[in-house]
């Protein structure tokens, strides 16, 4: 079995969110916040992720409206991992993160922290989300073709 870690990034334009996946796949964890830093320092960045952490593969949250729709959000979050492409050499998927910050804020509140203080905890844990979202999906998936293909 081949063991692959991922990582989640929630992008915003002030802030990124970033999560990595335990070695197997299986869950993940917020790692950092990445504030106002431009885009290539992000690549940076990724490529020091990639390598000291074996990252075979970069989700990236998509903002879905609530209908699933694109929006001016969505599109420059695909604007944003166009060009990220050009940098990075692992592949690179957009995940929708609808209601991810949401419930973010809900984690906060139950553990007694106030989301409006803790602004880049919160895009870190909605990175984590989205990305366990990704691989809860991927899990499901790959069970789906074990029962077709026997």
Not at 64 to 80: M, T, V
Not at 126 to 131: D, R, S
Request: hydrophobic share 40%; glycine share 6%.
């Amino acid at each position: 079995m081949t063991v692959e870690r991922f990582l989640g990034l929630d992008w915003g334009r002030r802030r990124i969110g970033v999560a990595v996946s335990d070695p197997l796949g299986i869950t993940a964890q917020p790692e950092a916040v990445w504030e106002n830093v431009d885009e290539k320092e992000i690549a940076q960045k990724l490529i020091q992720l990639i390598e000291s952490k074996n990252i075979q593969r970069i989700v990236v949250g998509c903002p879905l409206n609530l209908r699933g729709i694109k929006g001016k959000s969505a599109d420059q979050a695909e604007k944003f991992v166009k060009r990220l492409r050009r940098h990075i050499s692992v592949p690179i998927d957009l995940w929708d993160e609808r209601l991810t910050t949401v419930q973010a804020h809900r984690s906060l509140h139950q553990m007694n922290e106030k989301p409006s203080r803790n602004k880049g905890r919160v895009d870190a844990i909605a990175a984590a989300l989205l990305l366990q979202n990704y691989l809860d999906y991927m899990k499901d998936r790959l069970k789906q073709n074990k029962k077709e293909n026997g």
